[in-house]
């Protein structure tokens, strides 16, 4: 899947770049950094001892080439999940070299977490947004933010609804993090039908048959399924 931030520039005569590797949970290098203990001593204080890597990104968001579409909307991350609950779901975001606003840091609004799920979609913004970078419909932009600024190995843990997103990379270089949410493995997978996550389910089930055929039947969860790891702790029902 192209990055509409260099749709039409690899930076590199002759060469792609990779912006971002998902569901990196079948590599084992890769995978190493969501069983850190020094990750799971905190991960476990939200889910449990009982613990699964549910989605995992290795994120190498490009230089902006002048369209501001290096961005990543402001969104809430259990838009896109189909298990409950949310408190026994954690992100963590490590900082692979120094982050800040001008490579584009992580951004949040604080106490947006303990709001509802909302209404989600793609921005109207001039110079394009990736696929499924849905953005949250109606937040207040007078609403306080944060920019977190990072060192490297700095990690933040973030609940699922928790409004964020990044600004653009306005350097020359790639800038590098790597994440993983985590859930409890008795969470439970919810049908989204007919609720606002309805319209991502759809798109990334359209893919999913694109990509394996359109004679395959397979359901939202299943696709959560098949990328979902134990880390920790017994398997129960994820």
Known sequence: MRDVAIAKSEFVA???AVTKVQGFHNDEVLF???TLPEILEYTECFTGPNI?????????KPPDPGTK????????DLYYFPFRPAEKI????TAMEKVNRE???????????????????YPEWEGGVNKMYHGVRDYSPDHPR???????GDTVFF???????????RTKGFRKAISCHYAASDCHYIDVTGTVQDKIATEVEDLAKRKLGKDVQIAYQDLWTLKARSVKGDRINL
């Open 52 to 60: 699964m890597a549910m989605h995992t990104m290795l994120i190498n």
């Open 103 to 121: 490579n584009g840091c992580l951004v949040v609004l604080p106490g947006t977490h303990k709001g509802p799920l909302m209404q989600h979609d």
């Open 69 to 76: 579409s290096s961005r990543h909307p402001m969104h809430q």
């Open 159 to 169: 609940h699922p609804i928790l409004i964020h997103g990044s600004g653009m990379n």
């Open 32 to 34: 190493d950094y969501c």
């Open 14 to 16: 002759d060469q792609k």
């Open 146 to 152: 944060v920019h977190l600024e990072m060192e490297a």
């Open 90 to 93: 954690v992100c963590s975001w």
